[in-house]
């Protein structure tokens, strides 16, 4: 269980951003805003309260996180979205709501998370290709908000899609993805209070590159769950599909919990890698459900994990 975070502060309010960035990462940095490659919004600060959800492990560096990243709607390298998002049209933005809802319809986003509280949650994220990083969210518990569109007894699960826009989203013209990306939780995980809605970054409005204006984030489970860039969110009665588990359901599972014990059909997952400590950093032990057990570990229970991966 992650140790609880001071209540009084935030990572922002302790160590200033700029002192998790180097020179050279500084003069990186400022590069590549001015050829808007980072894809930074230039939007006022978020205010957010901090989390007692939150990890007292030390973030990684803004540089680091939004340097290094899976988004395949712009390319398969870990640098593409940093290089192709800056040509994302984020503002105006809708979601539509449907499925098992009360209130159903398409919502501009401000009206969507409007009244939502917003908490700094610090959280550790693994992916399922075995690295990790810590990261710095700004966001909301996706409980909230379904208990303000008001979830209907039938609903089971949730499902979600991202954008589909070629023309912005370079990748989303080859064909290996049925796009759009698609991802699902069952009502219950959906609920649970580390689940959120992320809408921001160190304290800044969601850079694109890591799936502005809105995101899923699900620290427990691998990264690919947190989908980026969501304009869909259904409730449903049957588990939805989802994209890795429709590409190859033998490697990808629809529940994804971070485990050690279970290892992807070609590699380990006994072990990762930390982004932020540099090509040939060591790597450490993987820790089931990524560290939240004592949150999570109960929505399992009598579910075998190694079948239901």
Request: glycine share 10%; net charge neutral.
């Amino acid at each position: 269980m992650p140790k609880a975070f001071k209540p009084d502060l935030r990572w922002s309010d302790v160590t200033p951003r700029a002192a998790f960035l180097n020179r050279r990462q500084i003069i990186a940095a400022g590069a590549a805003l001015a050829a808007g490659a980072l894809a930074r919004p230039a939007l006022a600060k978020i205010e957010a309260a901090p989390s007692k959800f939150s990890t007292d492990e030390a973030p990684d560096t803004l540089e680091t996180i939004t340097g290094y990243n899976n988004y395949y709607e712009f390319g398969t390298g870990k640098g593409d979205p940093a290089a192709y998002a800056g040509s994302l049209t984020t503002d105006p933005w809708s979601v539509k709501v449907d499925g098992l809802v009360d209130r159903p319809g398409s919502y501009d986003l401000a009206d969507l998370i409007k009244g939502q509280p917003l908490e700094e949650r610090i959280y550790r994220f693994r992916c399922v290709e075995a690295w990790s990083m810590v990261i710095p969210w700004i966001g909301f518990e996706l409980a909230g908000l379904l208990n303000t569109i008001g979830v209907q007894p039938g609903a089971k699960y949730v499902a979600f899609e991202t954008l589909l826009r070629p023309a912005e989203m370079p990748g989303q013209s080859s064909g290996w993805i049925d796009w759009p990306y698609r991802e699902g939780l069952r009502l219950d995980e959906a609920m649970n209070p580390l689940t959120i809605l992320a809408t921001g970054l160190y304290g800044d409005p969601m850079p694109k590159q890591n799936g502005a204006p809105i995101r899923l984030v699900v620290p427990w489970k691998y990264g690919f769950k947190s989908i980026k860039s969501i304009v869909r969110i259904s409730l449903v009665a049957e588990m939805p599909q989802t994209t890795w588990n429709m590409l190859q359901p033998s490697e990808y599972g629809f529940y994804a919990n971070v485990n050690p014990e279970v290892d992807h059909p070609r590699w380990s997952q006994a072990s990762e890698r930390r982004v932020g400590g540099g090509l040939f950093a060591g790597r450490v032990d993987t820790v089931k459900f990524n560290g939240y057990g004592d949150q999570v570990a109960s929505l399992y229970a009598g579910q075998d994990l190694a079948k239901d991966y």
